[in-house]
């Protein structure tokens, strides 16, 4: 098939890689470079550098909410367009370009999540399992009819990026599998009762909450490893949690302190031991590691 791909980070190129193995790539739609630094220097998506390596036309405009850029998107006549967290809302102008229109690889088993980040939030809610679902797009958010889908158990002690590595992997295949099998599947509608809202994970979540029971704050630091990590700040610098796990220390509950050479939090109704921590400006690394380099 000829392909018009739409994706921007590590998640959707994975998916690309594979597409190219197997079909023409006629195009890559990738959310414009970032300006940033001192130098200003620009920073190209993933997506985008992978593309022009390969010889692949790289087209990054900042809104698709005009006539000129679906005229532009409908001239590249390829057969359907692959999109995997572009970043960018498709109008019904570019989702019937194609004959086989756009498709899409979702990060959850729709219809449960739906939204822009539905893999932390399945971890954050304690999901046992999630997966990947290939769909047909409709004008909706996420709410096209389902193709294809592939489970994927979230481990006790999985975190988001963990997981998002292996719904990456996941989607790669899936889409594949979808486009050899097109036209032995019959696309199923979603039931819009079983499906929750992944919405954007907004800063002031990641500072630490001393609110939450320590089961729901265990799970939290999981889903937000590594980005946007659970973080809390000590003598005006911040500390990013990667990792912690349950313990039998004495509740402190809005503490964060230290006992011999380790790092305990006190949520609501126990007590968290760290075991993974980032200092601001440095590599993530041991509580023990840590502590032999700052008098916490």
Known sequence: MKIVFMGTPDFALQALKSLAKEHEVVAVYTKEPKISGRGNKITKTPVHLWAEEQGIEVRTPKTLRNDEEQKNFAELKADIAVVAAYG??????????????CVNIHASLLPRWRGAAPIQRAIEAGDKTSGVTIMKMAEGLDTGDMLLKKEVEIAPDMTGGELHDRLADAGAELILKVLREWKNIKPQAQDDALSCYAGKIEKAESLLDFELSVEELKRKIRAFNPYPAVYFEHKGERFKILRAVM????NQQGRIWREENKLFIGAKNAALEIVEIQRQGKRGMSVEE???GYDF
Do not use: H, N, T, V
């Open 88 to 101: 960018l809302i498709l109008s019904k102008a570019f989702l019937e370009a194609y004959p086989f229109g």
């Open 247 to 250: 313990c039998a220390a004495k």
């Open 290 to 292: 840590l502590l032999r």
